[in-house]
């Protein structure tokens, strides 16, 4: 079974720092890109950050460009992705997702339950 559970997130005054975890299992880590989502109330889900997995390309959403970064532990088919210099703007749940491919894309096959953050300002 394919599962996707996230963790890390949590309540953080603006310009602070969290870490999300993506603990994926139930299928080859190496063959699917990995993605993160952010969905704030009334607001639609929005892509935040990618990572393929073949050269591990990156991708980002302007809004979070400079700010975020995201990164694999292969040994522990974790994604990460570190978050800094947070802003109120940023308070969602957070979702990472399975990619259909090895690369980036619109598709996605798996999602995780989502964590919540939240930035006070």
């Known amino acids: 079974e394919v599962q996707l559970v996230e963790s890390g997130g949590g309540l953080v005054q603006a310009g602070g720092s969290l870490r999300l975890s993506c603990a994926a299992s139930g299928f080859t880590f190496d063959d699917h890109a990995i993605g993160w989502f952010r969905q704030a109330p009334g607001k639609e889900r929005e892509g935040v950050s990618c990572?393929?997995?073949?050269?591990?390309?990156?991708y980002y959403a302007d809004s979070v460009k400079g700010r975020f970064s995201i990164s694999t532990d292969n040994a522990k088919n974790t994604v990460y992705l570190q978050m800094n210099n947070l802003k109120p703007e940023d308070t969602a749940v957070y979702y990472c997702?399975?990619?259909?491919?090895?690369?980036?894309?619109?598709?996605?096959?798996?999602w995780g339950q989502g964590t919540q953050v939240t930035v006070s300002s």
């Open positions: 997702a399975q990619g259909s491919y090895y690369y980036c894309s619109q598709s996605h096959d798996t």
């Open positions: 990572i393929s997995s073949a050269e591990r390309s990156t």
